[in-house]
């Protein structure tokens, strides 16, 4: 995120002051389901999805539009989704990126946070930086390091059936792609969280249709989603990905203390927000252009 966008720096309670580009003040401490609360929440996914463009740029890499694709469900985790109010507190909530590539829409939300400096956060992708394309659990707020697709609803469920052990109300969250979903131990897991009964246990999928060599419909067709992890034995659930409000609601309405493991099918546009990168397999692992960082700013900021 730009300077102008914080004004440098982001107050102790995690809300952004005096935004030169965006104005008013934006809190994502969790929330009332106000309809200030949810304008909030879309000025957040907002944000994030301008920090992504910047940082993206600044480094010169790509999974600019896989970030893209999860900064609504990011905004909505983190303005109230999750219990998230110290990132150090042994009760909070717990997220695991499975789909780690996505890391810097997470980075934007933990900066907007507080719980990333500006300074920290201009390191990106540089030598000796925490802050990879790919999250690292050294990193404050962050609660397991991912990249190796497949692997992160092992670590989920495996949280998730700790806090039952120690009688925590935590809940877990684990952010898949839809790619990612082809991979065995995906299934296992989910057998597993099933067989246990993890109602604490939420998986958020970020349905957006694409992977790293093609259309997942073309890769390996996994639709209808929903019904294949309701066969499962898990409580699925379809959702705009892109609907904040719809995302908060969701969350709301799962049942984190009896009954099956919970999955929302999110349904999202690759890239959404920037019209030239939306559904293209290229901005899976293409850098942008001074034009084309240029035109991508601003057909965000006129979303506003």
Known sequence: M????????????????????????ISLQPLRRSRGAIASAHLAALQIRLTILEQAKRAGVGHIGSALSVADIIAALYSGGMDISDPDAPNRDRLVLSKGHAALALYAALHQRGWLTREELNTYCKDGSLLGVHPE??????????GSLGHGLALGAGAALAARLQGSSRRVFVLLSDGECNEGSIWESAMFAAHQELSNLVVVIDMNGQQALGYTRHVLDLEPMDRRWDAFGWDARVVDGHD????????????????????????TTFGRGVSFME?????????MSDQEYARAVDEVRSAE
């Open 244 to 267: 904040v409000e719809a995302l908060l609601q969701a969350f709301d309405d799962l049942d984190p203390v009896t009954g099956p493991p919970h999955v929302l099918v999110a349904r």
């Open 137 to 146: 659990h050294r990193l404050r707020g962050i609660d397991f390091s991912t």
């Open 2 to 25: 730009s300077e102008a966008l914080t004004a440098g720096k982001a107050g102790v309670d995690g809300a952004l002051v005096e935004s030169s580009v965006l104005s008013g003040s």
């Open 279 to 287: 559904n293209q397999i290229r901005w899976h692992y293409f850098p």
